[in-house]
Nanobody, 128 residues
Framework: QVQLVESGGDLVQPGGSLRLSCAAS????????IGWFRQAPGKEREGVSC????????YYADSVKGRFTINRDNAKNTVSLQMNSLKPEDTAVYFC?????????????????????WGQGTQVTVSS
């Protein structure tokens, strides 16, 4: 069982930055692929960014590429999502998710939402 707790969501003006964090309670964090997903009202859940267990591979949705950066610290059981140049369309609840993928890729995790565990989410609102 893995518990994931997100933090860092806030109200920010367009063009601003936020850093989301996800803390995991597991002794085997380094085995898990970790992803950030978001869901806006009336829209489907979207895989924003995913990272492999040893940080060797990352995936970004086209909508955030060049603006968001995912990183993980296996020693601290944390994953962060640095979000820059935020736009109103980035407004959503952001979820952290974890999964053990044997033959799939980080892109698979994000595109197909291949995760076993999900956090409760943190609200990001981009508005002037």
């Amino acid at each position: 069982q893995v518990q994931l707790v997100e933090s860092g969501g806030d109200l920010v003006q367009p063009g601003g930055s936020l850093r989301l964090s996800c803390a995991a309670s597991t002794g085997t964090f380094s085995r898990y692929y970790i992803g950030w997903f978001r869901q806006a009202p009336g829209k489907e859940r979207e895989g924003v960014s995913c990272i492999s267990p040893r940080s060797g591979s990352t995936y970004y949705a086209d909508s955030v590429k060049g603006r968001f950066t995912i990183n993980r610290d296996n020693a601290k059981n944390t994953v962060s999502l640095q979000m820059n140049s935020l736009k109103p369309e980035d407004t959503a609840v952001y979820f952290c998710a974890a999964g053990i993928l044997l033959t799939s890729t980080v892109q698979d995790m994000c595109v197909k939402a291949m995760a076993n565990y999900w956090g409760q989410g943190t609200q990001v609102t981009v508005s002037s």
